[in-house]
Each structure stands twice: as structure tokens, then as C-alpha cells.
Antibody
Framework: EVKLVESGGGLLKPGGSLKLSCVASGFTFSNYWMHWVRQAPGKGLEWIGEIEYDGTETNYAPSIKDRFTISRDNAKNTLYLQMSSVRSEDTATYFC???????WGQGTLVTVSS | DVVLTQTPVSLLISLGGQASISCRSSQSLVHSNGNTYLHWYLQKPGQSPQLLIYQVSNRFSGIPDRFSGSGSGTDFTLKISRVEPEDLGVYYCLQRTHNRTFGGGTKLELK
């Protein structure tokens, strides 16, 4: 069974940093691109970035480029999202999903507020 | 960047009725490899999105045949026949032909 479990969300102040994790199981993690998608409260889905199989290539949405960094550790079957210089508009539930967007985690909530 | 426009924004349907949702793209979603990467999702309240249809018209594992997808190029449609209570929620289209973009969503509610 494919399982994706996000963690690391919480409350932080504007300008702060936070690192989210997503642990994958039930599939060969190193064979898949991985993505992060977020959803602000009461709003729609926004793709924010992706990482290639071995981490050598990443692509980001303009809204988070140069502030967020996606990485992965294939030995630990774990995907990461390093968030920095956060703003109130980054408040959202952050989901990880595998390369074909077929399987999603339950999400982790990040709240940015002073 | 590709923009996906979903209509309607909300839809009131009676149980057992049929729903139709449109997703229009600002440019063709035919990839250079000939495939069209347009998918449909349902997000129920408090849950993650679940994949219903991939590549325009292919039902994902376990999805009943009440759900069907069609379209080509820039115009795509999701049809839900014989609507059941568990079909309620917000439907999204996603394109992954040119980068990745979600539509704005269509909320399906009971009349």
C-alpha cells in the first residue's frame, strides 16, 4: 500500500524558517519524481515544486522560488521542503505527492502569523 | 504559464442526477510525446485530493464507471452520472503537460 506521511508543520512568525518532511512507503521512492502542493485555508490547490529521482533537478512555482527548497534522501525514503523567509500568504496545508499525482499524503498545516 | 479555467464554480445536483464540469486550458495540453496530461480529482471535506481520472479519460483504480472524462486539446469535461452522497466535494482538474497547474475547483453540492 502506498503511503505518504507529512510532518513538521506548525506556527511560525513572518520571516521565519521551517522544514517539512514526507516519509514514503509502499513504492520504490527513488524511482519517482516527487511534488509538494499546498492549499491555503478555504482555497484551491497550488503546485509549488518538484524534485527529480536523484535530487539533481528541481523546479519551483514563481510564488515560492528562491524562498523554498525541495530536497530528498532516497536512503530514508524521505522528501523535504525547507521553507524560509515565510510570509502570511504561505499559510496553508502542505501535501506531498508522487510523480504522477496519484497518491497524496494527509497534509501538514503551516500557519504564519505574528 | 498555462491557466486552467473550471466552470461552473459551484453545482447543485439532486441525488441520482448527472453533473458535468468543464476545464478549459489557455493552451493545448497535448505533450510533444502525443499524450495529454489532464487529470481530475475529488477533494472531500477534510481529506486529501483523490485521483479520479488520468490522461483525460482513464479511470484510476477503484473509481466507479459513473465517472467519465472526455475532451482534447484545450477543452475537457468530467461527467458524473447517478450522483451519490459520497460524490460531494470539490473537483479539480490538473495539467502536467506544461509544468503543473490546477484549475480553480468546482464545488458539487446537493440540491
Amino acid at each position: 500500500e502506498v503511503k505518504l506521511v507529512e510532518s513538521g508543520g506548525g506556527l511560525l512568525k513572518p520571516g521565519g524558517s521551517l522544514k517539512l518532511s514526507c516519509v514514503a512507503s509502499g513504492f520504490t521512492f527513488s524511482n519517482y519524481w516527487m511534488h509538494w502542493v499546498r492549499q491555503a485555508p478555504g482555497k484551491g490547490l497550488e503546485w509549488i515544486g518538484e524534485i527529480e529521482y536523484d535530487g539533481t533537478e528541481t523546479n519551483y512555482a514563481p510564488s515560492i522560488k528562491d524562498r523554498f527548497t525541495i530536497s530528498r534522501d532516497n536512503a530514508k525514503n524521505t522528501l523535504y521542503l525547507q521553507m524560509s523567509s515565510v510570509r502570511s500568504e504561505d499559510t496553508a496545508t502542505y501535501f506531498c505527492t508522487e510523480g504522477f499525482f496519484a497518491y497524496w499524503g494527509q497534509g501538514t498545516l503551516v500557519t504564519v502569523s505574528s | 504559464d498555462v491557466v486552467l479555467t473550471q466552470t461552473p464554480v459551484s453545482l447543485l445536483i439532486s441525488l441520482g442526477g448527472q453533473a458535468s464540469i468543464s476545464c478549459r486550458s489557455s493552451q493545448s495540453l497535448v505533450h510533444s510525446n502525443g499524450n495529454t496530461y489532464l487529470h481530475w480529482y475529488l477533494q472531500k471535506p477534510g481529506q486529501s485530493p483523490q485521483l479520479l481520472i488520468y490522461q483525460v479519460s482513464n479511470r484510476f483504480s477503484g473509481i466507479p464507471d459513473r465517472f467519465s472524462g472526455s475532451g482534447s486539446g484545450t477543452d475537457f469535461t468530467l461527467k458524473i452520472s447517478r450522483v451519490e452522497p459520497e460524490d460531494l466535494g470539490v473537483y479539480y482538474c490538473l495539467q502536467r503537460t506544461h509544468n503543473r497547474t490546477f484549475g480553480g475547483g468546482t464545488k458539487l453540492e446537493l440540491k
